[in-house]
């Protein structure tokens, strides 16, 4: 499995970037292999990350190509004051007490 962490301040959202960004949550979706998502937001802050979960970076890949995706990293600056990408391989999960909410997985 692969984490994408999107660390993102947010700047000022239009109708244009909440079309876009429902696009791209459509896409991500239709995308074989995708697993599902999580948000937070900083309590001490207005940071928020959010966590997509990818069955393999064939996936993920596969997402990156599509053209709505494309079009928003290009115009990053018009939303965002800043963001950051990081992606990981995840090598093992366990844990207990979160239920059926642990993680998106099937």
Not at 42 to 56: D, G, I, N, T
Not at 89 to 98: C, L
């Amino acid at each position: 499995m692969y984490l994408v962490t999107f660390r993102l301040a947010p700047g000022e959202y239009d109708a244009e970037f909440h079309e876009l960004n429902d696009a791209i949550q459509a896409a991500a979706e239709d995308t074989e292999g995708y697993l599902g998502k999580r948000t937070w937001h900083a309590p001490e802050s207005e940071e928020v990350l959010v966590v997509y979960y990818w069955e393999s970076l064939d996936a993920l890949e596969s997402f990156g190509a599509d053209a709505d995706h494309e079009r928003a990293k290009q115009r990053w600056t018009e939303w965002y004051d800043a963001y950051e990408v990081t992606v990981t391989e995840v090598v093992e999960t366990y844990g207990s007490g979160f239920g059926d909410d642990a993680s998106p997985l099937v």
